[in-house]
């Protein structure tokens, strides 16, 4: 049965042989949002996506145990056949009142938004057009569904108007599908141009705020708040495993008749919602994100304290100051090595490695919280760079060395 | 749609513009195995031809391709102006 992943696990192995798996690490203990026992010692953690670093929030941490005690731990089934719950109703309206929009509909988690909405969505006629670098609940969204897919290059305004005019003759509705800051590199989408091209074709829009929510926008509430085009953007996605420190995911719109998306969307429809604890303390969590912009300067803060760093270090870095910073790597074995010699000297990264990563180039992710101290980024900033320096990485640091 | 003949000259330009110009093509020539094109070179390389002889090929017919003539009968098919 598992022979047809023999290619895959020799790959592993490749892998893990430098020393741990990437993809398997075990913390002994989480002992805040920005640090953890791994192997008896404590880590720095460089790469989590806790944007806001609520996941050690009191007053979320709260709300969970309060709901668990009244509601108990799990819902025991999904919404369409074992009923919604209060706290379900009261997450959409909080969400959607934060959003500013007339409706959402909330998913267990980020991916599953993604699979239920698009399939939902783009049905058999339609076209759903697709950037290349989309996360991979995007395509398998637009793969659960039955329209065509076409795929545009990443960020290239033009391609994507050059495809809807080759598709301009064809029946159905067009959806385009863009993320906020695209997970990878951290760059962020050129929406305002990206909605100029939907206005000129009477396209649909979805923009996946996953990695923006909280962290772009005067509210937080995204890309689309912060280059002004909420109004163009008829579809928001996103979830509440990033800055809002649990799990889940949702869909938003202004669309009334929506009802039937809870029967059409098969992966809201087939699955169990999600427990009170997590609505709880997500609800919560939009109350602090609402209430504390400081976390957000913060976060900005962090984000180019880490990026300066490590550019006068003299790294070659993936994309402008982001919470999300990238270090594109020669090759695979350097990618490995670095991480696992960092991770020995006590700073947590992420290995992104092709195909999950644009053009399959190995990636050294690092994403910021605003709960790290400038002691903090320095340290990871010191750590880095004299690692990068032993694997000649760092050049600014190396000439100065010289 | 465009020809099988324009199709192929594109293919080769393209190869030529990766750097895998030296391989010889034919029709068997396998994208994986003698192009070293892995699931998301292989899309990308199919992007950079779609821009090529401007049309566009839906993914769900990408799945099918694992040759050079996989390639050239996807493209042949393809909506769009070249000719």
């Not at chain 1, 690490?25 to 806790?50: M, P, W, Y």
């Not at chain 1, 490590?310 to 402008?320: N, S, Y």
């Not at chain 2, 192929?8 to 750097?19: F, H, S, W």
Request: glycine share 10%; proline share 4%.
């Amino acid at each position: 049965m598992l022979a047809k992943l023999r290619a895959l696990r020799s790959e592993l192995a490749m892998v893990s042989a430098a020393g741990r798996n990437p993809f398997g690490v075990t913390f002994d203990s989480i002992l805040s949002a920005t640090e953890a026992i791994l192997d008896g010692k404590r880590v720095l953690l460089l790469g989590t996506n806790n944007y806001l670093g609520l996941t050690f929030d009191q007053d979320c941490i709260d709300s969970a145990v309060t709901a668990t005690m009244a509601h108990g731990t799990g819902t025991t089934g999904s919404r369409i056949a074992n009923g919604t719950y209060g706290g379900h109703a009261a997450l959409e309206q909080r969400l959607a009142r934060f959003l500013g929009r007339r409706h959402a509909m909330v998913f267990t988690t980020g991916y599953q938004a993604n699979l239920g909405t698009l399939s939902a969505l783009a049905g058999r006629g339609d076209h759903l057009l697709l950037d290349a670098d989309s996360h991979a609940s995007i395509y398998d969204g637009a793969k659960l569904g039955n329209a065509q897919v076409t795929r545009f290059r990443h960020n290239d305004p033009d391609d994507l108007r050059r495809r809807l005019r080759l598709l301009a003759d064809q029946p159905g509705e067009k959806l385009i599908v863009l993320e906020g800051i695209y997970s990878m590199l951290g760059d962020t989408a050129p929406l305002r141009e990206m909605v100029e091209v939907k206005r000129e074709a009477s396209a649909w829009l979805l923009v996946d705020e996953a990695h923006s929510l909280g962290v772009l926008g005067a509210h937080g509430r995204g890309l689309a708040e912060a280059d002004g085009v909420e109004a163009d953007v008829d579809f928001v996605v996103g979830t509440f495993s990033k800055s809002l420190g649990a799990i889940g995911g949702f869909c938003a719109f202004d669309l009334d008749d929506f009802g039937a998306l809870r029967v059409a969307a098969r992966a809201y429809m087939f699955t169990a919602s999600l427990p009170p604890s997590i609505v709880a303390s997500v609800i919560q969590a939009i109350e602090a994100m609402e209430a504390q912009p400081q976390l957000r300067d913060s976060l900005r803060r962090n984000g180019q304290h880490l990026h300066a760093g490590l550019a006068a270090a003299g790294f070659v870095l993936g994309a402008m100051p982001s919470p999300i910073v990238s270090l594109p790597m020669p090759d695979r074995e350097t990618a490995i090595r670095f991480w696992n010699q960092l991770l020995d000297a006590g700073v947590y990264t992420n290995l992104a490695l092709g195909p999950a990563t644009p053009g399959g180039r190995p990636l050294l992710r690092m994403s910021v919280s605003a709960a790290l101290t400038p002691e903090q980024i320095d340290t990871a900033i010191a750590v880095i760079t004299r690692t990068g320096q032993l694997l000649g990485l760092a050049t600014a640091g190396l000439a100065a060395a010289e | 749609m465009p020809d099988e003949e324009l199709v192929l000259r594109e293919i080769t330009g393209a190869l030529e513009e990766l750097g895998k110009g030296t391989v010889p093509v034919t029709m068997e020539t396998s994208l994986l195995h003698d192009l070293s094109l892995d699931s998301v070179t292989a899309l990308d390389f199919v992007m950079q031809l779609e821009t090529r002889l401007d049309i566009i090929i839906p993914m769900d017919g990408m799945a099918e391709i694992e040759t050079i003539g996989d390639l050239v009968g996807v493209l042949t098919r393809g909506t769009g102006k070249a000719d």
